[in-house]
């Protein structure tokens, strides 16, 4: 079975956030599992200037207001995973991120960049870009890949199923109405049955109406996004494609995220033996320029500061959490406001808050592994990967029940701690003081070492690999190819 995989980030490469995550990881778990599965990014400097063995599959001649494009194939640095790679240095070789310039603001031609990504993905799919590799099916991933669907669907000869996954529906690719012409579908397309939404052109309905079935990164957030209050204004059209939606849950990359072989954090440990994980601790607590008697647990937050995310929520209860006699180390970035407020905490609360601005891969990674709870208090959340993480390196995520929260993290009652199987504290409501009951829990079986050790044991127990994850899709690529076969 030959899979396009499609998207616009791919760890370690260029990431912005989850979906790089997965990119990095599904594609290989796949293919231990037997499908022949390609990738398809756009030609970011960090992408295409170390693609190994790259050649020229194609050039073609000016696409999307690119003034040169060309298709080029090698195998991604590390993983050895095909890629075929959008070389349109007009619209792809430039400073700043993926979908924003350094200044933070979206790229004005953020439509042409990425309906060329789809559009050369529905060719190659289709065999018309590379004849000697005709896709079975592909999988296009967030907004960014959606229109690949759409090109497809628009052809009258094309029979290459089609899957659309759906990381974070708050992201849609709006555009306006009056550039639907720079796309070259039919006019039809552009109606309320198509891509047109409320007056714009959404990316993300392209994905949602166009293809064969649509997966989410979680089971429940596969039925929140049919409901008022998590559909982002697109659940009618979710609930209109009925028994097409699921939900299959993220899993962790176990050879990047793994506290027994990470070398980059103080000392290694394991579920068997988790007695150097308090060195961790100590190490970060001297990093963040935490006091080192505090006898309270240290939480960590590793997260994109925003409303999203439930970090106002975090800011409301931490007078509680201080008087708790916790700690609390903050890694990311994002809205101006929140950054400034906690860094205005940070120097009001020396020794007891940290703040570190921006990302930092490997500090995430010592933040995961040395603090003893990890914060993930979202709004919504598709699936969540750092819960993921806490539960990997036995650092008792506290969420909120959510999207992949829910479907990831027993609470620790009365019921789940007898029966053995809790593995953190989640709450309902997001509400400061909801958050703040959470985290009373947390510190009062922190208290109990017996308690605590063994919460970690069962989270560290949990299996949440990629493997789980790829059959689930490999089973659903199955179906689609049986019926496009039929």
Partial sequence: MRV???????????KTGGLADVMGALPQALRR???????LLPGYPAIAD??????????????????????RLGTLPGSGVPAYVVDAPWLYRRAGGPYQAEDGGEWPDNLQRFALLGWMAAHVAGGDLDRDWPATLLHAHDWHAAMACAYLAAHPGNTVPTVFTV??????????????????????????????????LSFMKAGLKYARRITTVSPTYAREIGTHEFGCG???????????????????????????????IAARYSAGDPRDKPRNKAA????????????????????????????????????????????????????????????????????????????????AHRVI??????????????????????????????????????????????????????????FDEASPAALEAALARAVRAHAQPALWRKLMTTAMA???????????YLALYRRLSGDAAG
């Avoid at 396009?4 to 260029?14: H, I, R, S």
């Avoid at 599959?57 to 696409?63: A, C, F």
């Avoid at 699921?246 to 980059?264: E, F, T």
């Fill in 369 to 426: 592994a040395g603090a003893d709870a990890i914060l993930v208090p979202s709004r919504f959340e598709p699936c969540g990967l750092t819960q993921l993480y806490g539960l990997r390196y036995g650092t008792l995520p506290v969420v909120r029940r959510v999207g992949g929260l829910a479907d990831t993290v027993v609470d620790a009652d009365e019921a789940a701690l007898r029966e053995g199987r809790a593995t953190g504290f989640t």
């Fill in 33 to 39: 599992q037997g499908a022949d599965v390609r990738l």
């Fill in 234 to 264: 697109l659940d009618g059209v979710i609930r209109g494609r009925g028994g097409d939606v699921s939900g299959i849950l993220n899993g962790v990359d176990g050879a990047v995220w793994d506290p027994a072989r990470d070398s980059g």
């Fill in 284 to 363: 970060l607590r001297a990093e963040m320029g935490l006091a080192a008697d505090a006898t309270g647990p240290l939480f960590g937050v590793v997260s994109r500061l925003t409303a999203q995310k439930g970090l106002d929520l975090v800011l409301a209860a931490l007078p509680a959490l201080l008087e708790l006699g916790a700690q609390l180390v903050v890694q990311g970035s994002g809205d101006p406001m929140l950054e400034a407020a906690f860094s205005q905490a940070a120097h009001a609360h020396p020794g007891r808050v940290a703040l570190r601005i921006g990302y930092d891969e490997a500090l």
């Fill in 50 to 71: 170390v693609l190994q063995q790259p050649k020229t599959i194609v050039e073609l001649g000016p696409l999307f207001g690119a003034g040169r494009v060309a298709l």
């Fill in 4 to 14: 396009l995989q499609v998207a616009a980030e791919v760890f370690p490469l260029v």
């Fill in 167 to 200: 990381h974070n529906l708050a992201y849609q690719g709006l555009f306006p109405a009056g550039a639907f012409a720079q796309l070259g579908l039919p006019p039809h397309f552009m109606q309320s049955h198509g891509v047109e939404y409320h007056g714009q």
């Fill in 462 to 472: 949990q299996d949440f690999s990629w493997d789980g994850a790829a059959g689930g």
